[in-house]
C-alpha cells in the first residue's frame, strides 16, 4: 500500500495521526551512493506539528511536550531518515520511527516502586555467607607461633 493511499499512521492502538497533519522534506543525502546521491533526493524528513495536533487530547499533549521537549521546535517534531539510498525505504524508516518515538512517550509512566524490608531469612543468609567467608580467608593466613 503506498504512503497515499494509507488513512495515517498508527501509532498505537488509540492513536493515528492523520496523513493530513504530516508533511514531507525531501534532499540530497551524504554519505554513501556515487552519483545516485548528487541527483536523487532520498533524504526524508516527516514533521509533525504536535502544538497544533487536532487529535491529540489535552493529557497525551502535556505527556508529548513534557517528554520530547528536547526534540521539539516551536511544538513541532522533525523525524530525519537517509540511511537507506531509496527515498521509498527512508519513507517507511521515517514514519516507524515517529511512531515509535510518539507511543514510548505516550506510555504511561511505571507506578512508584514500594520500599519492602529486607526478610529475616535473608539477612541470616548473608551473614552467614560472611562468616563462611572469613573463616575460609583465616585459614589461609601463615599461622602465627
Do not use: C, Y
Not at 545516485?36 to 499533549?61: C, F, K, Y
Not at 529475616?120 to 607461633?145: H, I, M
Amino acid at each position: 500500500m503506498s504512503a497515499a493511499h494509507r488513512p495515517g499512521l498508527r501509532v498505537n492502538a488509540a492513536l493515528i495521526i492523520p496523513e493530513s497533519e504530516l508533511s514531507w522534506r525531501f534532499s540530497r543525502s551524504s554519505g554513501p551512493g556515487g552519483q545516485g546521491v548528487n541527483t536523487a533526493d532520498s533524504r526524508v524528513e516527516l514533521v509533525w506539528d504536535v502544538a497544533n495536533s487536532a487529535i491529540l487530547p489535552t493529557l497525551q499533549r502535556e505527556r508529548l511536550f513534557e517528554r520530547l521537549g528536547g526534540r521539539l521546535v516551536d511544538g513541532v517534531l522533525t523525524i530525519a531518515a537517509s540511511e537507506h539510498r531509496a527515498q521509498l525505504r527512508n519513507r517507511d524508516a521515517a514514519r516507524e520511527r515517529l511512531a515509535t518515538l510518539v507511543a514510548d512517550a505516550l506510555r504511561p509512566p511505571a507506578p512508584p516502586r514500594r520500599a519492602t524490608k529486607v526478610s529475616r531469612g535473608a539477612k541470616e543468609r548473608r551473614l552467614t555467607a560472611k562468616k563462611q567467608r572469613t573463616d575460609v580467608k583465616r585459614l589461609r593466613r601463615p599461622p602465627t607461633d
